[in-house]
């Protein structure tokens, strides 16, 4: 059974990890609202609800344009449609069956 002290160490690397979680996310948000406009925060913002896994694909994109230095203005709601688009497509794969 672990002590009082094994205890609270654990629960205060719990919010120790939480917290780096919230700020994590807090600067993610900072830096979709810095690259896109109104409309395309929203449209991020459900994204992030409806697919997690698309949501970090598009903050690393973003993230990459911002670092590279190629970020000129605000991206507009329907360029950020475009490359939802472009990430979300599948490729699709056809089995073709030969008979001898």
């Known amino acids: 059974m672990p ?4 205890g609270q160490n ?3 690397q719990l919010r120790e990890q939480k917290l ?10 900072e830096l979709l609202k810095k690259m896109l406009d109104e409309a ?22 973003l993230a990459y344009v911002a670092q590279s ?3 000129a203005g605000k991206i507009p709601d329907e360029q950020l449609y475009r490359l ?3 990430m ?13």
């Open 69 to 71: 230095g190629k970020h």
């Open 3 to 6: 002590s009082d002290d094994e």
């Open 20 to 29: 780096r979680q919230l700020q994590l996310e807090a600067q993610k948000k």
């Open 40 to 61: 395309g925060y929203s449209r991020m913002m459900n994204v992030r609800l409806s697919s997690p896994e698309l949501y970090e694909k598009v903050i690393s994109s």
């Open 84 to 86: 939802l688009q472009k």
């Open 10 to 12: 654990e629960q205060s």
């Open 88 to 100: 979300t497509q599948s490729r699709e794969t056809s089995i073709e069956f030969r008979r001898k």
